[in-house]
T-cell receptor, first 117, second 113 residues
Framework: GAVVSQHPSWVICKSGTSVKIECRSL??????MFWYRQFPKQSLMLMAT?????????EQGVEKDKFLINHASLTLSTLTVTSAHPEDSSFYICSARRPLAGSYEQYFGPGTRLTVT | DQQVKQNSPSLSVQEGRISILNCDYT??????FLWYKKYPAEGPTFLIS?????DKNEDGRFTVFLNKSAKHLSLHIVPSQPGDSAVYFCAATPRNYGQNFVFGPGTRLSVLP
């Protein structure tokens, strides 16, 4: 199956600093990538949809100035958590949609655990 | 308001028996459904999907059943194996809505040896 990687897998940062998380599709070009957030024992919540070469579409309630998304190439999307606070601590997961006709599958990365102290 | 519901937060099954995970949805625009499996601290992995034009899709030990009139789908795993122990998420998408998935809250399956 398709491979999606995330880096870093785990990061601890101090409150007020910014953290960048990378999402790469390793063996296919992804015109669309998605960023999710998962709190403990809860479901995956879609944060934003990232389209290569255009601005990301954010879900209601997600601050676009706080969660900066850049999809600069067909294999890389980045999520930057700016001025992180402890309440931003969560598990962030990206996914990529393979642009095949009739394909609706999303391939997920392994996730990034962010802890803000 | 949850559009995709998985009313059982957890399920325990004996090894070798059948596991049945249920999912209900409210949005009649959904017409493509997927099941994902997730281990702790890992991303979800795709298991099986079904389009609304079908009522059953089978892949090895995994079978998904869709009842459109009841807006209900279920995932059957038979025989269940200890390695199947994970959280299972049901996801749904309307075909013409940018393929954004709406995920259910998940069901934690424990297969006991």
């Amino acid at each position: 199956g398709a491979v999606v990687s995330q880096h870093p897998s785990w990061v601890i940062c101090k409150s007020g600093t910014s953290v960048k998380i990378e999402c790469r599709s390793l063996d296919f070009q992804a015109t669309t990538m998605f960023w999710y957030r998962q709190f403990p024992k809860q479901s995956l919540m879609l944060m934003a949809t990232s389209n290569e070469g255009s601005k990301a579409t954010y879900e209601q309630g997600v601050e676009k100035d706080k969660f900066l998304i850049n999809h600069a190439s067909l294999t890389l999307s980045t999520l930057t958590v700016t001025s992180a606070h402890p309440e931003d601590s969560s598990f962030y997961i990206c996914s990529a949609r393979r642009p095949l006709a009739g394909s609706y599958e999303q391939y997920f990365g392994p996730g990034t655990r962010l802890t803000v102290t | 308001d949850q559009q995709v519901k998985q009313n059982s937060p957890s399920l325990s099954v004996q090894e070798g028996r059948i596991s049945i995970l249920n999912c209900d949805y409210t949005n009649s625009m959904f017409d493509y459904f997927l099941w994902y499996k997730k281990y702790p601290a890992e991303g979800p992995t795709f298991l099986i999907s079904i389009s609304s034009i079908k009522d059953k899709n089978e892949d090895g030990r995994f079978t998904v059943f869709l009842n459109k009139s009841a807006k209900h789908l279920s995932l059957h795993i038979v025989p269940s194996q200890p390695g199947d122990s994970a959280v299972y998420f049901c996801a749904a998408t309307p075909r013409n809505y940018g393929q954004n998935f709406v995920f259910g809250p998940g069901t934690r399956l424990s297969v006991l040896p």
